[in-house]
C-alpha cells in the first residue's frame, strides 16, 4: 500500500467512466502528511497503540479512510475480513501488525501538490468540508439514533474523495471546473463537471466504490440518488450544508438546507440552526 504507481497528472479529460474508473483504481491514494508521521511515530512503538486510537486519528483524514477501508475490502476474498465499514472495524479485523505490514511509509498530499499552490488549496478546501460534513452527518444521526452513526460519519467524509483524487492527479481539469464556477455562480457542479470531464464525479465515485468492493451500506448511503432513504438523506443534507456554508451561514441556499435538515430531524427552522451551529462548533 506504499509503493508508488507511475501515474503522470491528467491534463486532458478521459473519454468515459470506464477510462475514469480505471485510471484511479490503481492509483496510489496520498494521505495527509499528518497521518503519514503518526503512522511511523506508531510504528516505532507499535504495542503503544490499537485499532481505536488509529480509527480516531485517521477519521480526519478522507483519504486515509478511504485507503484503509478499500485496502480492508480487499482482503475479504481470502476470508480474513467481514465488510469493515468505518477503519476502528477494519483495524480489528486486519489485526495492527498486518496493517502495519501493509502501510508502509506513505505518499502525501503535500509532496504531491507541494509546488502547485492554488491545487493544493483547492484540495484543503474540500477536505475542511468533508470534516465538517461528517461531524454534521454524525450529529443528525445521533439525534435519530440511528445504530450506524459512525458509518453515516465514514459517509460524509468519504462523500468527495473523487474530487479529491482530481485535484491529487488532474490539478489542471479540477482548477478548470473551480474556474467556471466562480465565473458562473448559478453553475451547477455536476454541469462543469460533464463539461470539463466527460462524467459526473459522483458517478466516478460509485464506480470506484464497486470496483474497490467497498461495503455495500457505504456505498449505499454516499449515493445521493437514493431517493429518501433517512441515512442518504443524512449525508446529503450534510455535505450539502458544508458546502453552502464554506464561506458564511449568509448563503441564500442555507434557509432551504435548514428547512430539509429540520423535517429530517422533526425540529424547527430555529432549533436546527442551533443544532447545526453546535455542531459546526464542536459542542
Not at 511515530?41 to 478511504?66: C, F, K, Q, Y
Not at 482482503?75 to 465499514?85: F, N, P
Not at 502547485?116 to 483547492?122: D, I, K
Not at 470534516?131 to 465514514?154: I, K, N, Q
Request: aromatic residues 6%; contains cysteine; glycine residues 4%.
Amino acid at each position: 500500500m506504499s509503493a508508488p504507481h507511475a501515474h503522470a497528472p491528467l491534463t486532458q479529460a478521459l473519454p468515459d467512466l470506464s477510462r475514469w474508473t480505471a485510471y484511479f483504481r490503481d492509483a496510489e491514494i496520498p494521505v495527509l502528511a499528518s497521518s503519514a508521521a503518526l503512522l511511523e511515530e506508531w510504528r516505532a512503538n507499535e504495542d503503544a497503540v490499537d485499532a481505536h486510537v488509529i480509527g480516531e486519528a485517521v477519521a480526519s483524514d478522507p483519504l486515509m479512510t478511504l485507503k484503509v477501508l478499500s485496502f480492508a475490502s480487499s482482503q475479504r476474498s481470502s476470508r480474513l475480513l467481514a465488510d469493515a465499514e468505518t477503519v476502528t472495524a477494519a483495524l480489528v479485523l486486519l489485526g495492527i501488525t498486518p496493517f502495519f505490514n501493509a502501510f508502509g511509509p506513505q505518499p502525501t498530499i503535500e509532496q504531491r501538490l507541494g509546488d502547485q499552490p492554488e491545487a493544493f488549496g483547492g484540495l484543503q478546501r474540500v477536505l475542511r468540508r468533508a470534516e465538517r460534513a461528517a461531524r454534521f452527518a454524525l450529529g443528525f444521526a445521533v439525534h435519530r439514533t440511528d445504530p450506524d452513526a459512525e458509518v453515516l460519519h465514514s459517509a460524509a467524509l468519504l462523500h468527495d474523495f473523487a474530487e479529491m483524487l482530481l485535484w491529487c492527479y488532474a490539478p489542471q481539469l479540477a482548477l478548470r471546473i473551480q474556474h467556471a464556477q466562480r465565473v458562473d455562480p448559478n453553475l451547477r457542479s455536476t454541469v462543469a463537471q460533464r463539461a470539463v470531464l466527460n462524467i459526473e464525479l459522483g458517478d466516478l465515485e460509485q464506480s470506484l466504490m464497486k470496483a474497490w468492493r467497498l461495503p455495500e451500506l457505504l456505498t449505499h448511503i454516499t449515493d445521493d440518488k437514493r431517493g429518501n432513504d433517512p441515512q442518504v438523506q443524512s449525508v446529503r443534507l450534510a455535505v450539502r450544508l458544508a458546502r453552502h456554508t464554506a464561506d458564511s451561514w449568509g448563503n441564500p441556499a442555507v434557509p432551504d438546507d435548514l428547512q430539509d435538515i429540520g423535517a429530517l430531524l422533526n425540529l424547527s427552522a430555529e432549533h436546527t440552526l442551533i443544532l447545526v451551529q453546535d455542531l459546526d462548533s464542536g459542542r
